[in-house]
């Protein structure tokens, strides 16, 4: 925030107090970053593309140059998505995921196999140096199915073109 606002963008950082930031979601991966230590936050927005490409590493990687952050500060909440039980992409797009960790795809056999991208998103961000600790994505609700949960929520994959969004936020007080 306070920078020339690109063209597209799925993520946002801020140090600023007062302002919320916002990412949307209807099967997507809303992610909330904080880090108490250095007042800073950021939310992204990750789709099954988002995923792949980084998304969320590249919001830590934001947040450490931008305002100094330490990966062991930074602590990282999923919102809820789609989850692997409905979720398909055809085998060309899966292949990435497989590639990544092969626990990311049942079904790798099929034309369409089932993708795991709250898992991916897990494991990318392990990877990038998040303490496994730091990252909330199975506490409440955060890790049922939106496709699955019609009373909780909104699910571009459940409801076609018809669909809500989910909102993951976050500001900083003081």
Same mark, same amino acid.
């Given at each position: 925030?306070?920078?020339?606002?690109?063209?597209?963008?799925?993520?946002?950082?801020?140090?600023?107090?007062?302002?919320?930031?916002?990412?949307?979601?209807?099967?997507?991966?809303?992610?909330?970053?904080?880090?108490?230590?250095?007042?800073?936050?950021?939310?992204?927005?990750?789709?099954?593309?988002?995923?792949?490409?980084?998304?969320?590493?590249?919001?830590?990687?934001?947040?450490?140059?931008?305002?100094?952050?330490?990966?062991?500060?930074?602590?990282?909440?999923?919102?809820?998505?789609?989850?692997?039980?409905?979720?398909?992409?055809?085998?060309?797009?899966?292949?990435?995921?497989?590639?990544?960790?092969?626990?990311?795809? =049942?079904?790798?056999?099929?034309?369409?196999?089932?993708?795991?991208?709250?898992?991916?998103? =897990?494991?990318?961000?392990?990877?990038?140096?998040?303490?496994?600790?730091?990252?909330?994505?199975?506490?409440?609700?955060?890790?049922?199915?939106?496709?699955?949960?019609?009373?909780?929520?909104?699910?571009?994959? =459940?409801?076609?073109?018809?669909?809500?969004?989910?909102?993951?936020?976050?500001?900083?007080?003081?």
């Amino acid at each position: 925030m306070g920078k020339k606002e690109p063209e597209s963008y799925d993520g946002i950082i801020t140090n600023q107090r007062g302002v919320t930031i916002t990412a949307l979601g209807a099967d997507c991966i809303p992610i909330v970053f904080a880090d108490p230590v250095k007042k800073a936050c950021g939310v992204a927005h990750s789709g099954w593309k988002g995923t792949l490409l980084g998304v969320a590493m590249a919001t830590v990687n934001a947040m450490i140059a931008e305002y100094g952050c330490d990966l062991e500060d930074i602590i990282v909440v999923l919102g809820p998505s789609v989850g692997s039980c409905c979720f398909t992409l055809p085998k060309e797009s899966a292949i990435s995921f497989h590639n990544l960790h092969p626990s990311c795809v =049942r079904q790798f056999d099929s034309p369409s196999p089932y993708v795991d991208i709250r898992k991916a998103t =897990r494991i990318l961000l392990e990877q990038g140096g998040i303490l496994p600790q730091n990252i909330q994505d199975q506490k409440e609700d955060l890790d049922l199915c939106t496709s699955c949960h019609p009373e909780k929520f909104f699910s571009h994959v =459940r409801d076609g073109l018809n669909f809500g969004t989910q909102i993951g936020f976050i500001s900083l007080r003081e």
